[in-house]
């Protein structure tokens, strides 16, 4: 009896990247270029904030993310606009008594 063989893809789950940069920063480039060019399409400036602008954010995100897990700037920015206490391993009942604790052990 003979089994049939198909290949099968390694990296189902990776990330689409197009030139290094993953899709959403990318299509975050042309959204931007985009709204840039319906305000500015007219304009005698309509080379810089339509071309260079975006071109100027590609580079940035390019460079910025070099070395950075996938979806760092989301991560980022969620860490930063979220109030709270972080903590990883302990519950939030903890919090008071977490935070009230200094370092050699003495409560404030």
Request: aromatic content about 10%; overall charge positive.
């Amino acid at each position: 009896m003979e089994y049939k063989e198909s290949t099968v893809h390694r990296k189902l789950d990776a990330k689409i990247k197009i030139g290094g940069m993953e899709a959403p920063d990318i299509l975050a480039v042309l959204i931007f270029a985009s709204i840039m060019n319906l305000f500015f399409g007219r304009t005698s400036l309509s080379v810089i904030f339509v071309i260079v602008l975006p071109a100027i954010l590609l580079s940035i995100l390019y460079f910025g993310k070099r070395g950075k897990p996938d979806d760092y700037l989301i991560h980022l920015v969620r860490f930063h606009l979220t109030k709270g206490f972080f903590a990883a391993g302990n519950e939030q009942s903890n919090r008071e008594k977490i935070i009230g604790v200094r370092i050699d052990g003495k409560s404030n």
